[in-house]
């Protein structure tokens, strides 16, 4: 049985004040633990139901209700992880691609972002400051494990692009007025820049993008004028890293 005190801390971790305090965030269900004990960062401790089977590493058993007092889903579950925030790295430039966030606010997004940039052969991402904070409950459970593999590297966009640009990366900015993707020459060193949902790149961002390219619509005339931006990241992934 959990004491109080456990409780508390253990709920505490649903907000960012206290992952920022203690340096600790926490992962759940069965898919995610997983994916989190294959990967390099360091668990604290997991909490399981005694119905769970847990192979690989030893946890605190716990009853159905109080690891729904823990946790922060809504649907029932199984297993929680408490987790060592990692050092952030350092930008590997070595690379033929990473991929710059500015603003993307919305948690779902960013962890379908890191999906999709794993999935595509990336393995760092560098987030501006506004952006979603990457330990987030829900940016934890939509990457499903990404996230435990993703270097993560929070940076000024602007100052970041200027770095990329004297180490002759081109810089490739998502915009509604740029080229067909498509049709788009992929240098062999590229930064691609998606700004925020609503807003799109900022102001700053804008003018230290050397390529624009976009996604057309296949009829021009649909009503609809955008699209959500982990879609839109994954259509360009997909075409820029062919």
């Excluded at 997991?46 to 847990?54: G, K, V």
């Excluded at 790295?89 to 606010?105: C, K, Q, T």
């Excluded at 490739?172 to 998606?194: I, N, R, S, W, Y």
């Excluded at 296949?218 to 959500?228: E, F, G, H, R, Y």
Aim: charged letters at 25%; aromatic letters at 6%.
């Amino acid at each position: 049985m959990l004491t109080r005190a456990q409780k508390k801390y253990l709920r505490s971790l649903q907000l960012k004040k206290f992952r920022q305090r203690f340096g600790k965030f926490v992962a759940e269900t069965p898919k995610v633990v997983e994916e989190l004990m294959n990967s390099p960062l360091r668990i604290d401790e997991i909490f399981a139901l005694t119905s769970y089977e847990l192979k690989k590493q030893a946890a605190t058993l716990v009853s159905d209700k109080d690891l729904e007092m823990i946790s922060g889903l809504k649907v029932p579950n199984q297993v929680l992880a408490v987790v060592q925030i990692p050092p952030q790295a350092e930008i590997e430039w070595n690379v033929p691609m990473i991929l710059a966030l500015d603003g993307v606010r919305d948690p779902g997004n960013l962890g379908t972002i890191l999906r999709l940039a794993e999935w595509f052969g990336l393995r760092q991402v560098i987030l501006s400051s506004d952006c979603a904070e990457p330990w987030n409950p829900k940016v934890v459970q939509s990457a499903m494990g990404s996230l435990f593999r993703m270097q993560l590297i929070e940076r000024a966009i602007p100052d970041f692009l200027d770095e990329a640009k004297a180490r002759s990366f081109a810089t490739v900015g998502a915009e509604m007025d740029g080229a067909k993707v498509a049709q788009f020459t992929v240098p062999d060193h590229t930064v691609l820049v998606m700004g925020s949902e609503s807003h799109g790149l900022r102001p700053d961002v804008q003018t230290r993008v050397s390529h624009r390219v976009k996604i057309p619509k296949v009829d021009p005339n649909a009503p609809i004028d955008s699209l959500n931006v982990g879609v839109a990241a994954g259509i360009l992934l997909s075409h820029l890293t062919r």
